[in-house]
């Protein structure tokens, strides 16, 4: 039987609205959350992503302001433009959107954003919090992962969790979001042994490594959980015929290479969705509960730094918002 497919979107749209809610009462209680995005230069990828965070912000009532250096920006400009934003109250979140150009020096950066405005999660300080399981501000991709089992109804505790790809990002606050939840954590990377052997072992089998198709149906237990967190252009036609030509279901997509003359794809193979008992698409799975969660830990930013300020309680509302910190 073919794998249930996850639906990002409808899921991704739950939690928005569920943040809107809660904006439109610490609005209304005199706070308006503030997301501060920096886009460096011109990198065609970052551009649509940076587009779908503000047009979030639109979305949800959160207030949003784009700063864009040019591509020639050095790590001191940067860092004044952090300094700044790090300073103004009403700038809950601040997110620099990666990849920077090559000149700067990007640990830099990212150490300079204050960590109680730290909506990526990257921060060493909120690295720790969610090792130690405090609160803190939690990567918005594997914490849309996280929200994503729990609304699908995939139970986390005492099950098999492999995580593929080890990378500050994704890979590594993925395996602790797991092991907080209870799950039994592997995580495999490029000297892995064996690797679909080790997958084959997973109840939730999570892939993040950024090759397209490379989880194939021997890395997966018939009835897994299969999370597809690549996002991989591919443009060679051989390629693309080795994933999609003939697939049942696979006309759409064939349509689109055969027009534009490539298409997005995670980082697991179609055939998956022959063995898998769920399986996220892409597009259309993990990538917008991302940006949902970006939204989420911008409001939880505000709340944990400037609550206080409310001239009504915080939270009355948010009991159905999405919770981005240690899973329980
Ligand atoms: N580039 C790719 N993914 C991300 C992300 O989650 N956050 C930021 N800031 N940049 C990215």
């Not at 027009?259 to 022959?274: F, I, Q």
Request: proline share 5%; with cysteine; charged share 20%.
């Amino acid at each position: 039987m073919a794998a249930t497919v996850l639906d990002g979107v409808k899921i991704s749209n739950a939690i928005k609205a569920e943040v809107a809610a809660e904006v439109a009462t610490l609005t209304v209680g005199g706070l308006r959350p503030g997301l501060a995005v920096v886009l460096v230069g011109h990198n065609p990828a970052s551009e649509v992503y940076v587009r779908n965070k503000v047009k979030s912000c639109e979305q949800t009532g959160i207030y949003s302001e784009k700063h864009t250096p040019a591509d020639t920006a050095t790590t001191e400009d940067l860092l004044a433009l952090i300094a700044d934003l790090n300073h103004r109250d009403e700038i809950d979140g601040i997110l620099v959107q990666l990849p920077l150009p090559k000149q700067v020096d990007s640990q830099k950066v990212l150490l300079a954003v204050d960590p109680a405005k730290d909506v990526d999660g990257f921060h060493p300080m909120n690295v720790g919090y969610l090792s130690t399981q405090r609160p803190g501000l939690v990567a918005c991709t594997p914490a849309g992962v996280m929200e994503m089992l729990k609304r699908c109804g995939i139970a986390t505790s005492g099950a098999e969790a492999v995580v593929i790809g080890r990378s500050d990002i994704v890979g590594k606050p993925m395996a602790m979001l797991l092991t907080n939840a209870n799950a039994t954590v592997t995580i495999c990377h490029s000297r892995t042994k064996d690797l679909p052997g080790v997958c084959r072992r997973a109840d939730i089998l999570v892939a993040a490594i950024g090759k397209a198709g490379m989880v194939t149906r021997d890395f997966v237990k018939p009835g897994a959980a299969v999370i597809d967190v690549g996002m991989n252009r591919v443009t060679d036609a051989a390629e693309f015929a080795s994933f999609w030509k003939g697939r049942q279901g696979s006309e759409k997509r064939e349509a689109e290479f055969a027009a534009k003359g490539s298409t997005l794809m995670g980082d697991v193979a179609p055939e998956v969705a022959e063995v898998a008992g769920a399986l996220t698409p892409v597009p259309g799975g993990v990538g917008p509960l991302t940006v949902a969660m970006l939204m989420s830990n911008t409001v939880k930013a505000m709340k944990m730094r400037r609550g206080n300020k409310l001239a009504t309680p915080a939270g009355t509302a948010s009991s159905g918002t999405a919770s981005s910190g240690t899973a329980d």
